[in-house]
């Protein structure tokens, strides 16, 4: 219990140790970045990346169709209004899906990034329930830029930009080339969203400003 070695696994073991955490806040230094060339304005709706997406397209059953604008800076604000399908306990939001819409508000900062990104490590911290019917609004800003790492914060706040906050969270990200996801993606699902001119304008936008 806590002593050297504690997280780590019994010899013989077929589980991989722990590994130690990553630190979520940028390093000394770190530079937070300005938004791309022709990055969406202040105020502009940034859409569903991938109608697919079961954060934010239209397809997926119960998915949680959240939408974000851009704020200041690299900044975005994003609302999801917490519907039947959402619930963990009766009548409150799973907080799996409270992560789950903090993941894509979050990841939503790299529309105003010269390259898209992945998550690497997120971590939420609830503060208040979220029951369902409410709406949760979000506002994601980038902390700082190392390299490839980008580093991010968010809060969420229940029924008013300026309600009582439910929810923050801090996020880690590493930019990655478009070829990441066609690499790594299922064939199917990657030649749909090929044919799909919303998802190729997201791809276009980073072609031409990367």
Known sequence: MG???AADPPKGSNVHPVS???SLSPPAGAVVPEPRPGAPAVGAAIGEHYDGCFACG????????VRSRVGEGVSVHT???VGEGHQGAPGLAHGGLLTCAFD???GALSFLLHRPVVTARLETDFRRPVPVGATLFIHAWCTGGDGRKV?????????APDGPI????AALFVRVD??????????????RAKADPATMKVVRGYEVHS
């Open 79 to 81: 609302e999801f209004v």
């Open 166 to 169: 439910a929810v923050e969270a």
């Open 104 to 106: 894509e508000a979050l």
């Open 151 to 159: 580093f991010a914060r968010a809060t969420g706040r229940v029924d």
């Open 178 to 191: 478009l070829d990441h996801f066609t690499t790594h993606g299922r064939a199917e699902d990657v030649e």
């Open 58 to 65: 239209d397809v997926q059953d119960n998915g949680l169709r």
């Open 3 to 5: 002593g050297p070695g």
């Open 20 to 22: 130690r955490p990553t």
